[in-house]
């Protein structure tokens, strides 16, 4: 039986309109949907769960032998007001389609991850360009888009798609310089034109061709050559610096006699020698020791070389007293666990032997 029902509520009178092929395999699905709790018409299913089965009625409105069911589904729709909630159950006004229903905001999320990422067509692009050309967005609209784009990464998976994306792809301005005149509209477009002289003036100028061959020629010539770190001595370098400080040398002295810094001195003999760590009391941020000056760090701690002469004195008359080393205090009590544990293990296999 083809045509249109409506399943009827006779205390509140009102519809839920709808059209089938097979009228009572229809009646049936709603039924069981309406008996398990899971129409897809939340206020069909709560004034059904309210009122009970006996308060509704199934009933059909016209058979429709040929012709477009859902042109006659429309007009009972219509003509009993079915898709308004204040005389009706239908959640969809418009029969076939779920235009004009009211989405959940995790519904919109879901759909546009599984929209993000997927590349448009030709066609497409051109479409949306075409509709898009000539037409002056609103501040609202701007505001709404700028949110829009900072959202758009701010979730790890999102961000991660992204990286996905663009593995092992060159970035599109590889190799590429913008022009005076493309900064330019990029400043004025994000309204800093304050920013348009700086920008230009910091344009990288072109190389004649005399300075790109002496280039060519010193690379050709260091080709193959390590190249050592800027700010790393060689060994020798630092063994001269030893030995300097032994002579008695601040670190200063050895770092201009060097041509190096008085912090890359000290890091790199504190490699070469014991360091001690010394605490000190409030408000001191620096001290002299052995006429080397040291900065007390954010826990009110120095740390000084070993080699310095009468270096404990002379922080003890500062009030620094010597912190020890929580990663040896931590490795020494290891040790003694293990080597208790083993003296009891020993005395456990020979205690038989003795009785």
Avoid at 89 to 99: E, I, K, L
Avoid at 102 to 121: L, N
Avoid at 226 to 244: I, T
Avoid at 260 to 278: C, D, G, H, I, T
Wanted: hydrophobic share 35%; charged share 25%; proline share 6%.
């Amino acid at each position: 039986m083809r045509g249109v029902y409506a399943i009827s509520n006779a205390i509140n009178g009102k519809h839920y309109i709808g059209s089938a092929v097979d009228i009572r395999a229809r009646w049936k699905s709603h039924r069981s949907m309406l008996k398990n709790g899971t129409h897809h018409s939340p206020q069909l299913q709560r004034s059904w769960s309210k009122n009970g089965p006996g308060a509704f009625c199934f009933k059909v409105l016209e058979l429709v032998e040929s012709g477009d069911l859902l042109v006659r589904e429309q007009h009972w729709i219509n003509a009993l007001k079915a898709g308004d909630p204040r005389h009706g159950y239908n959640v969809a006004p418009v029969a076939g389609t779920r235009a004009g229903v009211p989405q959940p905001q995790s519904m919109k999320d879901r759909f546009s991850m599984e929209r993000a990422g997927v590349p448009k067509s030709p066609e497409t692009r051109q479409k949306m360009s075409a509709a898009a050309s000539g037409r002056r967005k609103s501040d609202e609209h701007r505001q709404k888009l700028r949110e829009a784009a900072a959202k758009q990464f701010s979730s790890a998976r999102a961000r991660a798609a992204a990286a996905e994306r663009q593995t092992g792809k060159p970035s599109p301005m590889k190799g590429r310089r913008h022009s005076a005149e493309s900064i330019q509209k990029m400043v004025e477009a994000g309204r800093r034109p304050d920013r348009v002289a700086k920008a230009i003036a910091n344009l990288p100028k072109a190389m004649s061709e005399e300075t790109r061959q002496k280039l060519r020629a010193m690379h050709a010539a260091t080709r193959g050559i390590p190249r050592p770190k800027a700010n790393s001595p060689a060994a020798a370098e630092v063994a001269e610096m030893v030995r300097l400080r032994a002579e008695g040398l601040t670190f200063k002295e050895i770092g201009d006699r060097m041509g190096r810094s008085p912090s890359v001195v000290f890091y790199q003999l504190k490699k070469e020698s014991e360091m001690a760590k010394f605490k000190g009391p409030e408000g001191i941020t620096s001290v002299s020791v052995g006429g080397e000056e040291f900065n007390v760090d954010k826990d009110g701690c120095i740390v000084v070389p070993d080699s310095i002469e009468g270096a404990h004195v002379a922080l003890a008359s500062h009030g620094f007293v010597g912190v020890s080393d929580p990663a040896a205090e931590k490795a020494a009590a290891k040790a003694a666990a293990q080597a208790a544990k083993a003296a009891t293990d020993a005395a456990k296999g020979t205690a038989p032997d003795a009785a």
